[in-house]
């Protein structure tokens, strides 16, 4: 059996657009010896002449779906990858890819108690996985997913998150567009904010345990607010997206 | 190293050849971009300009120390200069406006012993360079980029440039330089960084 | 502030090096608590900040922001230093 950190080939067997500038790819692995909700694979691009370059990405897929895993990949215009993995690569290409990687960031349905996620942006992704893998796992846990985008056709996930919403198995969306709102929004309209996660977090109580994800300085401050709502630093895990030149 | 799957399509960001004259300026292994990438080993440091001092220590007969102000009436001058990072980007016609190391050290009697130069940062980064790499217009030190104030993520207010080095010897944030008899290698030389850095001779790491 | 968010964003933490970590460990240790050399505070692995556009990676406190690690990958090696962190805990199995 393969180890996690070995590298091996994947093959392409889908590639799905969440929004303009958003597009899941799912790869089938060879031997994958399974994730945890949360983690990361490396990519691993070699050019012809051995130019070579890694990229982490967070699985969006549940383990239930193994042998496949999904990746989700926004477009940075100026990148190296993404625009690689967005324009040139399809159904049936092979990438280099290893994982799963990354304890740290983890969530189970074997967890239980209330669970509070935070997204921003392409930060919902590993959070994608958590509420994917619950749904599939039959938890009936109180969760929520507070999700900022910036407009309304940049919100990933969105039938999806939205059809998952209305199962009545204790999992609720809210989402808050920052940018740009459709008339007759009735979400919020503003940047993530001590009030807004106070109002979120009221019905799932002091004791949930929290996941955020997206750009840092999002982490930052919704970390900072849930502290200062009362929350203990070790309820508490974070993932701050950089770009990493990507 | 274990045998590389070549990925279909897959070119990467380089530089696609271009003229003889841009080819020529671009030293082995690097390719050209056009914006300026932030690399950094920490958070960026926020000195006030009312706290920032630059200081010449070490094997002088003084040591010395200017106030921003003080600096800014330090005479300088234009720079237009390449610069090749170790992360393999290369910017060309880089503009700054600076203090030559020469002017700084006039201000000082150096002992004959000082044989290096230490270069040191808020937020504790070092770098170390050979005195005569730096003397002879070789090395600066820059508070403005492009006509504008150095901004932070680039080294702000003030950073050592020296153009004939790889970019981690042009320590952002620099906030002093010691003269030393010894060599002392900095935050990268003492990990694995080629001690000079020379990118035409594409010395990017220590003979391990 | 641009400027702010620009430098905030090259800020990531622990899990970001996780592949190169178990690369150097061969076991994921962004769970394995570390100890500041420098401050004192315990820290999973991977809720250091990273630092990891730079010639090498820079692990810091994300307490005091002290250097905790730093990995340098070479061509021939990889050579990583860990003056900044005063011990690991890892679990021992079956206990």
């Known amino acids: 059996m393969a180890r996690p950190l070995d590298w091996q080939l994947a093959t392409v067997a889908g590639v799905h657009d969440e929004t303009d500038a958003v597009r899941s790819f799912s790869l089938t692995l060879p031997a994958w010896t399974g994730h945890r909700p949360g983690q990361h694979v490396d990519l691993r691009l070699t050019s012809e002449d051995g130019y070579s370059v890694e990229r982490s990405y967070s699985i969006a897929s549940e383990p239930e779906r193994a042998p496949e895993v999904d990746i989700t990949v926004e477009r940075i215009p100026d990148g190296e990858v993404s625009p690689f993995l967005h324009d040139v690569v399809v159904p049936g290409d092979r990438l280099e890819v290893r994982g799963p990687i990354g304890g740290y960031f983890v969530w189970e349905a074997s967890q239980p108690g209330p669970l509070l996620l935070v997204g921003g942006g392409s930060g919902v992704v590993p959070l994608m996985a958590m509420i994917r893998h619950r749904a599939r796992a039959g938890a009936m846990n109180p969760t929520r997913l507070l999700l900022s985008s910036r407009g309304p056709g940049e919100i990933i996930y969105r039938e999806e998150l939205d059809r998952l919403s209305a199962t009545q198995d204790g999992f609720q969306v809210a989402h808050t567009l920052t940018r740009e709102q459709p008339p007759g929004w009735s979400g919020y309209a503003r940047r993530i904010d001590e009030a807004m996660l106070s109002e979120v977090l009221d019905p799932l109580g002091r004791e949930a345990r929290v996941y955020i994800c997206g750009p840092t300085a999002l982490v930052e401050s919704a970390a900072n607010a849930l502290v200062r709502i009362g929350l203990a630093p070790s309820q508490i895990r974070t993932e701050r997206f950089g770009p990493t030149g990507t | ?208 | ?95």
């Open chain 3, 1 to 95: 502030m641009a400027t702010d968010v620009t430098t905030h964003d090259l800020m990531l933490d622990g899990n970001a090096v996780a592949g190169l970590l178990a690369d150097l460990f061969g076991a994921d240790v962004t769970v394995v608590p570390a100890k500041c050399a420098t401050c004192g505070e315990v820290n999973a692995m991977g809720a250091l900040h990273a630092y990891v556009r730079a010639p090498g990676s820079v692990l810091r406190c994300p307490i005091c922001g002290a250097v905790m690690m730093r990995i340098v990958q070479t061509d021939r090696a990889t050579r990583i230093e860990m003056r900044g962190i005063a011990y690991f805990r890892f679990e021992r199995s079956g206990g």
């Open chain 2, 1 to 208: 190293m274990t045998e590389r799957f070549v990925t279909r399509g897959f070119v990467g960001r380089r530089s696609s050849g271009g003229p003889e004259d841009v080819a020529s300026r671009i030293p082995p292994g690097q390719y050209i971009t056009r914006d300026f990438p932030v690399l950094s080993a920490g958070p960026t440091p926020r000195t006030p300009l009312e706290q920032w001092t630059f200081t010449i220590q070490g094997l002088v007969k003084q040591p010395l120390s200017w106030s921003w102000q003080e600096f800014q009436a330090l005479p300088a001058r234009e720079w237009t200069v390449d610069i090749s990072c170790v992360t393999k980007w290369t910017k060309l016609d880089m503009h700054w406006r600076g203090v030559s190391v020469d002017t700084l050290l006039e201000g000082v009697e150096i002992d004959d012993r000082a044989a290096f130069m230490i270069a040191w940062s808020d937020g504790g980064y070092t770098t170390n360079l050979p005195l005569p790499d730096v003397l002879n217009g070789q090395a600066f030190v820059a508070y403005e980029y492009d006509g504008a104030p150095l901004a932070p993520e680039h080294g702000g207010p003030a950073r050592l440039v020296v153009p004939a080095r790889y970019f981690w010897k042009s320590a952002k944030w620099i906030r002093g330089i010691r003269l030393q008899a010894e060599d002392e290698p900095g935050f990268w030389e003492s990990l694995g960084y080629h001690n000079r850095g020379d990118q035409w001779r594409e010395e990017r790491y220590s003979g391990d």
